[in-house]
């Protein structure tokens, strides 16, 4: 069954929208007819960022610096006239050593960019989500269900997406629909780098979580609210 999805009039934005699966999820929206807003740390002339930067209006800032969330969400409310859903792309993965070994800078670094980024840019939206009584989708972890062995930071942050998903979902209920993904490993050139010897066969396409990403914030999902989507695909 082929699902189509129209955003016409809809404007979104999407933080990591550089990286692997924050521009599927772009392509996605824009082939849905929305107006789509990307920010990212990254450049668009930069060989890391993975979108042709025509699909986007982009908007370049630090997600874990507040003064340039404000400036963005700011300047996205003011270029287009509103906002109608935030998708909180922006995360990444560190692990390989257990607590005891782990130092600090890479505890700050995860919690910046996973956890932080999503708590600024929502922050930041909100206000103006209310008004358009919009979405936030972010992206939380299959792992952070449960401790585990060499990535335990890494975990935290993504239960923590998962809690801060469902208390912005309860202290907006009716208004802002706040829901989380939850990949398990992500069909990616940095994960395929990293685990070269697996079964990329089993992994989940981005393309594939981007259409979970676009069903919770269009109007199919208005009863849902602070869910934890799985996206596992096979892995």
């Known amino acids: 069954m082929n699902v189509d999805f129209d955003f016409g009039g809809d404007v979104v934005l999407i933080t990591g929208v550089g990286g692997a699966l924050?521009?599927?999820?772009a392509r996605a929206f824009d082939d849905a007819g929305a107006?789509?807003?990307?920010?990212?740390?990254?450049?668009?002339?930069?060989?890391?960022?993975?979108?042709?930067?025509?699909?986007?209006?982009?908007y370049q800032g630090d997600f874990t610096a507040e003064s340039e969330v404000k400036r963005v969400v700011d300047d996205v409310v003011a270029d287009h006239g509103g906002l109608d859903a935030l998708c909180n792309i922006a995360g990444t993965w560190r692990g390989g050593d257990p607590i005891h070994e782990t130092d600090v800078d890479t505890f700050d670094f995860l919690f910046d960019?996973?956890?932080?980024?999503?708590?600024?840019?929502s922050k930041h939206a909100l206000p103006h989500l209310r008004e358009s009584?919009?979405?936030?989708?972010?992206?939380?972890?299959?792992s952070s269900l449960e401790g585990g062995e060499g990535d335990g930071i890494y975990r935290a942050t993504k239960a923590g997406v998962r809690l801060l998903t469902e208390t912005i979902a309860e202290e907006n209920l009716g208004t802002v629909r706040a829901n989380a993904v939850m990949p398990s490993v992500i069909d990616t050139p940095m994960n395929r780098?990293?685990?070269?010897?697996s079964d990329f066969s089993k992994w989940v396409d981005p393309a594939d979580i981007a259409e979970v990403v676009m069903f919770l914030c269009s109007d199919a999902a208005t009863v849902t609210s602070g869910a934890a989507v799985p996206v596992y695909g096979e892995a």
Not at 22 to 25: F, L, N, T
Not at 133 to 142: D, K, M, P, T
Not at 193 to 197: I, W
Request: glycine share 8%; charged share 25%; proline share 6%.
């Open 113 to 121: 960019v996973n956890l932080k980024t999503t708590f600024l840019a």
């Open 193 to 197: 780098e990293m685990m070269p010897g």
């Open 35 to 58: 107006t789509v807003c990307g920010a990212d740390v990254v450049a668009p002339d930069s060989e890391e960022f993975a979108l042709d930067p025509d699909r986007v209006d982009f």
């Open 133 to 142: 009584e919009g979405a936030i989708l972010s992206v939380s972890a299959r």
């Open 22 to 25: 924050g521009s599927a999820v």
